[in-house]
Structures are given as structure tokens and as C-alpha cells.
């Protein structure tokens, strides 16, 4: 197999053609509704991923914000393109080792999914030509491009599409290696080493969504796929190695398609609604009284070849029903998992014999009010079929949260892409790159050693540490003074483990002034370290302070002569133990202790106050 990585990071800038600010909103101003259709590209082709999503026909409403203004929504033209962020992009070029354009020329890329209210995301070129060290390997650079971002979609329903004005138009930088990666773990640590030198511009927005990669992945006999807005890093290796078994199970599925010199044949679908009448509970029980069709597609040569084979989740009757699902329908049904879905043989058997098949064939079913739309997707089905007795369809695909995916729309390409009318070439003098070049970030192999060197951490934590959202803050809170060990343990341990907020799901991501607070409580003696944990769960359940947190968990106003009565009143009622072990009777007793203890206070404090107390009782009954 080989792979490549397009890495989309989203800028703390400002957007890129107006001066709205790049924070999302959930304030609605007011509500924009909107067709869109395709344009013919810079040589007047129609692309076919816009071709595609045209045809859909949906209709696409956009709610205005305070974060947005009259440019988001195509009413007004550009403004002139972000300097911070073209900047940021040059610093980028720098690191990457790559060679800066000496003209920057916006181009308009032809979308019309909805995600943008234009039908085209604005994108330009900034450099090319870098290269990247990742574990001992090179990996080629092959462009780092400057872009807009899309809209934020907030909800889907029949033939509607709703999209939020605020995300539209956040400055991306893209980063696009070669097909020069060999396997999802390697993937996964060139994206690592990416995202580690765009947080070193100090210039980039922070949490989910903020990042995405775009994985293209091929095996030998296939075709390229591109795996659409991963978002999770540690995800990446599942969605490539996954993508990889499935290229190999469909090759497999080709090879025994052209033994059995199976077909696709060129027919209309067939009707077989009637001997689908008082069909039992499932997909066809509106068929059956009469309120939808039920069409069918023989697949000569196909039978056994739609269901998974064994050892893998992976089949060609999903890829199927994939494109049964692009245009409307909620799937498919095919022979391999018949009979069921209320279909018992009798039926089976009669559609089979409608259908003039023999042993060997299968067929799939869908279903839908409008007959219209269930021939297109079987007219979708079959062109997929055919595409399966070749192999691999190059596709774009959309990644599942189970670390599967699912087709989304035909591969773009050049056909999408023509000049920005509305903004002027930009020139990139020598003097403005030679300013970037002397005012370099710090690279990520650099600040590795600096943190190991200055703070004396293991090398796993500090590679920890670089490599996530926690280094910023790290060198903000051990710049404070707090101790980085303690400080490390917060950030990789203690905050990524806080259960997400619900319903939203978004992560918990306190301010720095809170964690400072946080860690200063601590040192104050406030309470222990290991209560850490329900605190942050406190603040993150919507305690409204530390002090209502602390409160909230029973951690607050335990102090030292607090502790003192407690360790007494433990040993004292331990008087017979204390009297035959004396010291050695610690252990039993220090569990009962932190039992009650929970955190208020540091381990070692309570271990010291149960020695004193326990000697000072054996002393006291010895006499």
C-alpha cells in the first residue's frame, strides 16, 4: 500500500477575506436559503464530484451569525487576504523546507455540497518542493496551499441541508505529502510531526475540529481513495489500515467475479412491488400497502460475493448500498441476506423466477415512495457493480466513528478549478521572506531537548507533551513556577481522562488561569494532588469555581489540625493493634486513613501524621 496526508489546520488570525473573528457562535442573526448549481472550471468542464452533488437537489439554508458578515454570505466581494496568515503559511514554507511561489494567485475550487454559500472555496498555492523527517524517513512536500474554511454544518434533513455562517471562512493551511507513506502507524506519526510544527507558529486554533487530515490511501491493483475529515489523530492508523482491508477484500471479490465471468447486464430495474404484497415487518411493509415500489437489479455471477467473507466486517453489498444511499434511500437489500426483512422463500423464489435467474445470480432490492428516485439508485448500484468487476472505485469517503467508511462522492479534479476575479495577484518579495527566516518558531525536535534538558522529564512525557495541545500551556504553567512534573501529570493524565460534556460531547478545555489556580491549591496545601481528578470532573460538570469544586467534592476546609484529629481518632480506635505491633500496624492503618482522607490531602503529609500519632499512642499505653 501507499499513502498520503493532506493536514488542514484552521488559524487564530482572523478569517481570510473579511475582519470577522475565527470564534464559532451559537448566537442565529437570521436565515439565508439557497440552490446552488455547478460551473465549468478554467477549461469549462463540469467537475464530476460537483456534477454529483448537484444532482441531489437539495436545498441549502445558512444562518448568520455575529461572527459573520456580508462576504460569508456572497454579497460582498473580498477583502484583501489575511497578512497574519499568509505569514504564518510562509513560516510554515520555512520549517518544511519548502520553496515559496514568487506570485500568489487565488483560485475559486467548485464545491457544491452547501459548504459554501458561493459554490467555490477560495485556495491558493504558497509553496512547494519540501520535504519532512519522520522516524529516519523523508517525506516529500508537495504543496502547502492557503484556504477557507467551510461552513459548519449543524443539521440534515429530507432534501435540506443546514449550514452556520461562523466556521466559513477561517483561514486553512493545507499541508500535502507525497504518496510516499507505507503503513497507518507511519501515517499517523507524519501527521503527529505536522501538527507539532503548525502549534509551534503560536498562530493556530486549539480543539476538535480545528485539525483535519484527509487520508489517500491505494494498494497495488487499486485505485486511490480519499478518506475525508479525520479528526481524530489516534484514529488515523485505524482509518488507514481499515481502508487497506477493504481494498483487499474487493480485489478478492474481482478475481472470483472473473472467474464466474459474472455481468452486470443493461436493463431497466424491474418492478416487483406485487410480489412483495403483505411482505411482514421491515423495509417493505409500506411496499406491501401499497405506498412505495419495489425495484430490483439481477446480478448474474454475484451470489455468495455481497455478504462479508470470513474474518472481515468488510463487503461488496455495503458498497452497494452505499450508493443507494447517495441519492436519498436508506439502503438496500440483496439475495445474499434473504430470506428476512419480512421476505420469506416463497417470495424470494418469485422474484428470482421474475427476474429469469439461475444458480449462482443474486439481486439486490430497494425500495422508496418516488420510482424515480429508486431507479436512480439502482442505475447507481449497477455502475457500481460494473465498477466491481474491475476492483476499486476511485472515490472520496467519508470516515465512520467504528474506524470504518463510507462513500461520500466521485473523486474531484481539475475540472474545478479557476482564477479569483475578485483579487489580485499577490507578490512575495525577498525582504518578506528573509523576515520569516529570522524569526523562525522553535522546531519540535528542538523544544524536545530544551524541555528535557531544563526540566530533567522522562523523554515519553516531554514527546507527550510536544506532540498535543498540552505544550503550550505546559510552558505557560511552568513558567508560572508550579513544578513540571506536576504540571506534565495534569495535562497528559489528569485532563484527557475528564469525561467529555454532555450532550454536546465537546472535551473539557479549562483556561490556563483556571489550571494556574488549580495547581496553586495544591501547592498551597489545599488538598492533595490525587484529588486532581474529581475537581476537574467538577469543572467540568459546571461547577462555577474552584472554590464551589473543591466545595462540590468534599476537599475544602480540610486543613493540617483537621487531619491531626483524624489520624488520632483512627489510631485511638485501633488501641489493642497499636498496643501489640506499635509502628509495624501502619499499613493497616494508613488504608483506613486515606479512606477517609480522599484526596484533601498530599499522601505523604497523612503518612508522616500517622507515624507521629501511632507513636505517641504506644507510647502513651506502653506506660
Known amino acids: 500500500m501507499k499513502a498520503g496526508l493532506e493536514v488542514h489546520q484552521q488559524l487564530a488570525t482572523g478569517k481570510l477575506f473579511c475582519d470577522c473573528p475565527t470564534e464559532l457562535s451559537e448566537e442565529v442573526l437570521g436565515v439565508v436559503s439557497r440552490r446552488l448549481r455547478p460551473a465549468g472550471g478554467e477549461e469549462r468542464t463540469v467537475d464530476a464530484a460537483a456534477a454529483f452533488q448537484a444532482s ?49 494567485q487565488v483560485m475559486r475550487k467548485i464545491v457544491v455540497d452547501g459548504s459554501n454559500t458561493s459554490g467555490f472555496q477560495r485556495t491558493a498555492l504558497i509553496a ?23 461552513a459548519r454544518k449543524v443539521r440534515e434533513a429530507d432534501g435540506e441541508v443546514v449550514y452556520r455562517l461562523d466556521r466559513l471562512g477561517i483561514p486553512l493551511i493545507e499541508i500535502a505529502t507525497g504518496p510516499e507513506i507505507t503503513s497507518g502507524e507511519e501515517a499517523r506519526a507524519v501527521a503527529q510531526e505536522i501538527g507539532a510544527l503548525l502549534r509551534a507558529t503560536r498562530r493556530v486554533r486549539r480543539g476538535i475540529g480545528t485539525i483535519r487530515e484527509d487520508l489517500n490511501v491505494s494498494t497495488e491493483g487499486g485505485q486511490r481513495i480519499e478518506i475525508k475529515g479525520v479528526q481524530e489523530l489516534r484514529k488515523i492508523q485505524e482509518y488507514v489500515d481499515g481502508e487497506v482491508a477493504r481494498q483487499k477484500t474487493l480485489l478478492a471479490v474481482r478475481d472470483e467475479l472473473g ?41 448474474p455471477g454475484f451470489a455468495g460475493l455481497l455478504r462479508s467473507p470470513p474474518g472481515t466486517e468488510e463487503r461488496l453489498g455495503r458498497e452497494l448500498a452505499d450508493q443507494a444511499r447517495s441519492v436519498g434511500l436508506r439502503g438496500l437489500v440483496h439475495s445474499d441476506e434473504l430470506p428476512a426483512y419480512g421476505l420469506d422463500d416463497d417470495r424470494v423464489r418469485s422474484i428470482r423466477q421474475r427476474l429469469e435467474l439461475r444458480e449462482g445470480d443474486a439481486f439486490v432490492l430497494v425500495t422508496d415512495r418516488s420510482h424515480e428516485r429508486a431507479s436512480h439508485a439502482l442505475r447507481r448500484v449497477a455502475a457500481r457493480a460494473r465498477e466491481a468487476l474491475d476492483g476499486i472505485a476511485g472515490e472520496t469517503r467519508d470516515p465512520l466513528p467504528d474506524g470504518r467508511t463510507r462513500y461520500s462522492r466521485p473523486l474531484p479534479g481539475r475540472d474545478r478549478m479557476y482564477p479569483e476575479t475578485d483579487i489580485p495577484p499577490i507578490p512575495i518579495p525577498e525582504e518578506r521572506l528573509r ?63 475528564v469525561p467529555a460534556a454532555e450532550p454536546a460531547g465537546s472535551p473539557f478545555a479549562p ?80 488504608g483506613d486513613v486515606m479512606k477517609e482522607v480522599r484526596g484533601r490531602r498530599d499522601g505523604q503529609e497523612v503518612a508522616e501524621a500517622l507515624r507521629r500519632a501511632i507513636a505517641r499512642r504506644a507510647a502513651e499505653l506502653g506506660s
Open 259 to 299: 472467474r464466474r465471468r459474472a455481468h452486470v447486464p443493461e436493463r431497466e430495474p424491474v418492478d416487483v412491488t406485487p410480489l412483495c404484497e403483505h411482505a411482514g415487518p421491515g423495509p417493505f411493509a409500506e411496499a406491501s400497502r401499497g405506498h412505495a415500489v419495489v425495484l430490483a437489479l439481477p446480478l
Open 435 to 497: 523576515r520569516i527566516r529570522e524569526n523562525l518558531p522553535e522546531r519540535p525536535e528542538a523544544l524536545r531537548s530544551r524541555l528535557e534538558r531544563e526540566h530533567g522529564l522522562d523523554a515519553e512525557v516531554v514527546r507527550q507533551i510536544v506532540y498535543s495541545d498540552a505544550e503550550e500551556p505546559f510552558q505557560e504553567l511552568t513558567g508560572r513556577g508550579h513544578p513540571a512534573p506536576l504540571v506534565a501529570r495534569l495535562l497528559i493524565h489528569d485532563l484527557p481522562a
Open 56 to 104: 441531489r437537489g437539495l436545498l441549502y439554508r445558512y444562518e448568520v451569525v455575529p461572527t459573520s458578515c456580508l462576504v460569508e454570505l456572497d454579497e460582498e466581494p473580498p477583502h484583501p487576504l489575511n497578512e497574519a496568515a499568509l505569514d504564518t503559511a510562509l513560516s510554515l514554507s520555512a520549517l518544511l523546507h519548502a520553496r515559496p511561489v514568487d506570485e500568489i
Open 511 to 590: 483556561t490556563v488561569e483556571t489550571l494556574d489556580a488549580l495547581l496553586t491549591a495544591v501547592e498551597g496545601g489545599r488538598f492533595a494532588k490525587e484529588g486532581i481528578p474529581r475537581v476537574l470532573a467538577a469543572l467540568a460538570g459546571g461547577a462555577g469555581s474552584l472554590d464551589a469544586a473543591l466545595e462540590q467534592v468534599g476537599l475544602s476546609g480540610f486543613g493540617k489540625p483537621d487531619l491531626d484529629r483524624l489520624v488520632d481518632r483512627v489510631v485511638r480506635s485501633n488501641d489493642d493493634l497499636v498496643r501489640r505491633k506499635g509502628i509495624e500496624c501502619f499499613s493497616a492503618l494508613m
Open 128 to 150: 512547494s518542493g519540501g520535504q519532512l523527517d519522520v522516524g529516519g524517513r523523508t517525506v516529500s512536500i508537495l504543496s502547502i496551499c492557503l484556504e477557507e474554511d467551510a
